[in-house]
């Protein structure tokens, strides 16, 4: 078992960066077709891309004398339990990665690994770097230290997720949509779940490994997944339509804070006491005190974290409504392609019965439209509360004419 076993669907992918951490172990001046400083990787949500990029991250560190990545080394395994002293993980923390960070970790990046082969910088959400982070990385991607890999993972090669001038000093791997097979045999063999429980989490996951896990094992996730797509029906008549509205963007906050609630207190209570916090010696009153300003910047990163939580979380919701349309598009187009939602078949055939072809596709489009509306910063309720009066009209317009 190798680290790229972590991998579903992505023989390819394997492949080529295998091939290239065997390159890698040649040395810096030997470094070529194969090789090479800087990396993308892309790919659609739950494909893969982070987890590629620190399969990667732990072949290049990889100490066997076998083929890289072998899984078992202390390099391999601290690599991928984010504890290799080489390997520096930048996950944002809240909407974007600002140019301060960059610098830093640029900064980190240009030293010698001290116990690796490589220094390592793992970049997760590449398309949340500011202009200004961006820019700072391209100087030194543009001119890299002799041991440093800067690994980029981002949605896609658009010049809305990445620079084009960054994306062209990198290498590209593009990952694919895990099939729903292959989902659910990872579910079967690593977490040891009922088949049929496997099969149905993996088909309603959209190709998200992390997902499927998720909705087959969370109640919770399950409740928020059919609120998400209860609002179709509650979109059909004003009455309930705000008021679903509201309560999907709640459930979306409320996520954000379960998932933040316990983070955040550890991490107040860490930095209160390395500041002195319950100290009893001279003076330890009077640095809590003077250290307010250090509590008001930790508060700040966890409530743009808490922010980004809540977004990430809404817009989940929102894929899976659209995907909802996108079956009953299906379904009134009597094709064959496979469903979003197979366990909501019935619902798909009634919205399709309600309005035409046209009105569904508006639908869709108001949905992608809420979630463009969220990433430019609209404030979440009114975006969501736009989408559903547009998808309430696209059931209330005649259409007896398209129907005979």
């Not at 620190?54 to 991928?80: I, K, N, R």
């Not at 980190?108 to 949340?128: C, F, K, L, M, Y």
């Not at 700040?300 to 409504?321: E, F, H, P, V, Y």
Request: glycine fraction near 8%.
């Amino acid at each position: 078992m190798t680290v790229f076993d972590r991998l579903v669907g992505q023989e390819d992918v394997e492949a080529e960066l295998t091939a290239a951490a065997t390159a890698a172990r040649r040395g810096v001046g030997a470094m070529g077709s194969s090789m090479t400083h800087s990396w993308l990787f892309t790919g659609p949500p739950g494909s893969g891309r982070s987890v590629a990029a620190q399969c990667f991250a732990a072949a290049l560190q990889c100490t066997s004398d076998g083929v890289p990545g072998c899984g078992v080394c202390h390099a391999c395994t601290t690599a991928m339990a984010g504890t290799h002293g080489d390997v520096r993980q930048v996950v944002p923390e809240g909407l974007s990665i600002s140019v301060k960070e960059m610098r830093a970790i640029v900064q980190t990046a240009a030293r010698r690994p001290s116990t690796g082969r490589w220094q390592i910088v793992v970049v997760e959400d590449a398309d949340r770097l500011t202009e200004g982070a961006a820019n700072a990385l391209l100087k030194v991607v543009e001119e890299p230290p002799d041991r440093t890999v800067f690994l980029l993972c981002a949605p896609s090669v658009d010049p809305q997720d990445i620079s084009v001038t960054l994306r062209s000093r990198c290498r590209h791997i593009h990952l694919v949509t895990p099939s729903a097979d292959s989902i659910a045999k990872v579910l079967r063999e690593r977490d040891g779940l009922d088949p049929a429980d496997a099969q149905l989490a993996a088909s309603i996951s959209g190709g998200h490994v992390g997902r499927a896990r998720r909705l087959a094992t969370d109640l919770n996730a399950k409740v928020r997944r059919k609120d998400a797509l209860d609002l179709a029906v509650a979109a059909l008549r004003p009455a309930t339509a705000f008021a679903a509205a509201e309560e999907l963007v709640r459930s979306a906050d409320a996520e954000a804070k379960e998932m933040s609630a316990a983070r955040d207190e550890q991490e107040t209570e860490e930095l209160r006491t390395a500041l002195g916090a319950g100290g009893t010696g001279k003076g330890a009153a009077g640095a809590l005190r003077g250290s307010a300003g250090v509590l008001k910047d930790l508060e700040k990163r966890q409530k743009s974290r808490a922010t980004r939580t809540g977004r990430d979380a809404l817009d989940r919701a929102l894929i899976d409504l659209a995907g909802l349309y996108r079956d009953a598009l299906a379904v009134a187009w009597k094709s064959n392609a496979a469903a979003n939602h197979p366990d909501m078949a019935d619902r798909a055939a009634d919205l399709a019965s309600r309005t035409t072809p046209e009105g569904l596709l508006k639908c869709i489009e108001a949905v992608l439209e809420c979630r463009e509306a969220i990433t430019v910063n609209v404030k979440p309720q009114w975006a969501v509360d736009a989408m559903v009066a547009t998808l309430g009209d696209a059931f209330r317009e005649p259409f007896s004419h398209t129907r005979g």
